[in-house]
Every structure is written in structure tokens, then in C-alpha cells.
């Protein structure tokens, strides 16, 4: 069974996840605050972290940051009744793969895990533009797509993560020399060159609307 950690103080609602989650073929461990919860992620491995941010003793943002810090990048979606964009945007900058504002269906919720759970595909699709994984190769209607090495490394990093954005920290690494301006600049090249909409999300990075 693939196995989930979730940080939640909410014993209504926790109770009530890990019997659905449960019934859709998930190993899900409680965790009602984030000391528990990072006990739990250094003695075990998970598929997916679930991660409320308002809880006791150590809180749902802080830790994502802690755990980030020490390289593990397990895929992360915080779920939470804030939505302010102070809120969104620290979960994002922790290292958050998603975002679920409470109260949310638990149909959605499924979905949303089973996508960041499911195996990675050989080949990766946007509309009319793929990256194969393997060979790090671009193509745009099956045709190869040829652009300097930053701007692929960019848009590449843009695709993978789709929908969600990409931290700023992470752009700045795919430059030989990393700047606010240089990245700037690179993103308004990569516009050009692609036939998407690439937005900027305050305090985060971008990303592919």
C-alpha cells in the first residue's frame, strides 16, 4: 500500500480521512502535531506528506522547511482554512507541491494525491509541447524543439512542475550566473520562444497558466 504521513490536530476530520484515504488503498499515518509528525517522517518512509499548518508545538510551514532543509523531497500538499496569499505563498516558498483550502471534498483531495503519488510517465505533455524524461529532450507538435541550454532548463523545470509554480531559488540554479535581472531577462526570452503563458507569482516564482 503507498503510504501517506498527515499533520492535522483535528480529530474529526483526521479520523475521517484516514478511513476514506484507507479505503482507497492508502497507508495513512496520524500524526496531531508536527514534533509527532517529524518523529514519524525521519523513522519511516512516505509516498505523499499531508500537512495542516495551524497545529501544536511545531507548525505544518515550519516543518515542510526543516524537513526541505535536511533533502527530503517528499511531495507535499498543505491543506489549510488560510488563503490569504501570505499564507499560500509561504507554504509555496517551504517547499509545497499543493495547496487544498479547508473545507475541501475528499474526492478532490484523492485526486489530487493520486496525482502526485502515480508513477512517473516516460514522457511528460503539455498541449502541444512534451519533455521525454529520459533523454531531456523538448518537442513542440513532434517536432524537436531547439532553445539555449538556461531557457530549456527553465521551461523544463515549468513543465514538471505544472500547475504549481516554481520557487524562485529553483529558477535561480538553472543560470550560469544567477541574478533577479538575468532571470528576469531569460523568462521574457522563454515567452517568446513558447507558445504558453508563463506568470509570475508574488514572493514564489512562476509558472504555467
Known amino acids: 500500500m503507498t503510504k501517506l504521513l498527515l499533520l492535522e490536530d483535528d480529530p474529526n476530520l483526521s479520523k475521517t480521512l484516514v478511513k476514506y484515504l484507507s479505503k482507497h488503498g492508502y ?3 496520524w500524526a496531531k502535531h508536527g514534533e509527532e509528525a517529524l518523529d514519524f517522517a525521519y523513522e519511516h518512509s512516505y509516498a505523499l ?28 500538499i498543505i491543506i489549510s482554512a488560510q488563503i490569504d496569499i501570505d499564507s499560500v505563498t ?3 516558498v517551504a517547499g509545497a507541491d499543493d495547496y487544498v483550502k479547508k ?32 533523454t531531456q529532450t523538448l518537442s513542440y507538435k513532434g517536432e524537436p524543439l531547439y532553445m539555449g541550454e538556461v ?20 529558477l535561480l ?8 535581472l538575468a532571470l528576469r531577462v ?4 522563454l515567452k517568446k520562444n513558447i ?3 508563463i506568470s509570475s507569482v508574488r514572493g514564489v516564482g512562476y509558472k504555467i497558466i
Not at 531569460?186 to 526570452?189: D, F, V
Open 151 to 170: 531557457q530549456k532548463n527553465i521551461f523544463m523545470q515549468l513543465l514538471v512542475n505544472y500547475p504549481n509554480p516554481v520557487i524562485k531559488d529553483v
Open 173 to 180: 540554479d538553472c543560470l550560469e550566473k544567477p541574478t533577479d
Open 103 to 134: 473545507p475541501f471534498d475528499p474526492e478532490e483531495l484523492l485526486v489530487r494525491i493520486k496525482a502526485k503519488t502515480a508513477v512517473l510517465k516516460d514522457t511528460l505533455t503539455l498541449r502541444d509541447y512534451a519533455l521525454d524524461r529520459h
Open 27 to 29: 497507508d495513512v499515518d
Open 90 to 92: 509561504k507554504g509555496f
Open 49 to 76: 506528506y499531508l500537512f495542516d499548518i495551524n497545529v501544536p508545538l511545531l507548525n505544518g510551514v515550519d516543518l515542510l522547511a526543516s524537513l526541505r532543509e535536511a533533502e527530503d523531497f517528499t511531495p507535499t
Open 195 to 197: 507558445k504558453l503563458d
Open 186 to 189: 531569460n523568462m521574457a526570452k
